[in-house]
Nanobody, 121 residues
Framework: QVQLVESGGGLVQSGGSLRLSCAAS????????MGWYRQAPGKQRELVAT???????RNADYVKGRFTISRDNAKNTVYLQMNSLKPEDTAVYYC???????????????WGQGTQVTVSS
């Protein structure tokens, strides 16, 4: 079992910044990648950004140049620095960890509880 604890959401004005953090804990798993997804009311969950254990990143087009994902492998923590926020960025942001069991080699996805980000105009 892997637990993900998110922090850093909140209310910010348009043009402002927020930094999300997600710390993973658990034993007998290797974390292959971590990332952030978001879900706005009435919409499907969508990719924001992901980063592998080797540091390869993948970003949604709509956040390029504004959001930066980073990772501290020693702390099993992933960060999302969000700058130049827009009202359309308002959503619940979910942390994801894609892990591999050290016992079975099965790959599993775990999700955090979500953190609300609200951007006012």
């Amino acid at each position: 079992q892997v637990q993900l604890v998110e922090s850093g959401g909140g209310l910010v004005q348009s043009g402002g910044s927020l930094r999300l953090s997600c710390a993973a804990s658990g034993s007998r798993y290797s974390i292959l990648a971590m990332g952030w997804y978001r879900q706005a009311p009435g919409k499907q969950r969508e990719l924001v950004a992901t980063i592998t254990s080797g540091g390869t990143t993948r970003n949604a087009d709509y956040v390029k140049g504004r959001f930066t994902i980073s990772r501290d492998n020693a702390k099993n923590t992933v960060y999302l620095q969000m700058n130049s926020l827009k009202p359309e960025d308002t959503a619940v942001y979910y942390c994801n960890a894609h892990v591999k069991s050290q016992l079975t080699s099965i790959e599993i996805d775990y999700w955090g509880q979500g953190t609300q980000v609200t951007v006012s105009s």
